[in-house]
């Protein structure tokens, strides 16, 4: 088990590394851009790393919550 853990880490960590810089955005706050609340849609390849880091992300609550419930 811990080693399926292991691997969802190292993707889970891929995954967010690849996601485009929504970040960009979070600057914005503070300089005061107003394309903050711009109605912008993820497309293609977006939509497919944003839904893996969304299922990474739940199992590898899962997993590590199953091992500490197991002791595993």
Known sequence: MKIVLIIVSILLIAIVLLQSGKAESASNIITGGAELFANRKE????????????????????????????GL
């Open 43 to 70: 497309r293609g390849i977006e939509v497919v790393i944003t839904r893996t880091t969304l299922v990474l992300a739940v199992a590898f609550m899962v997993i590590c919550t199953v091992c500490s419930v197991f």
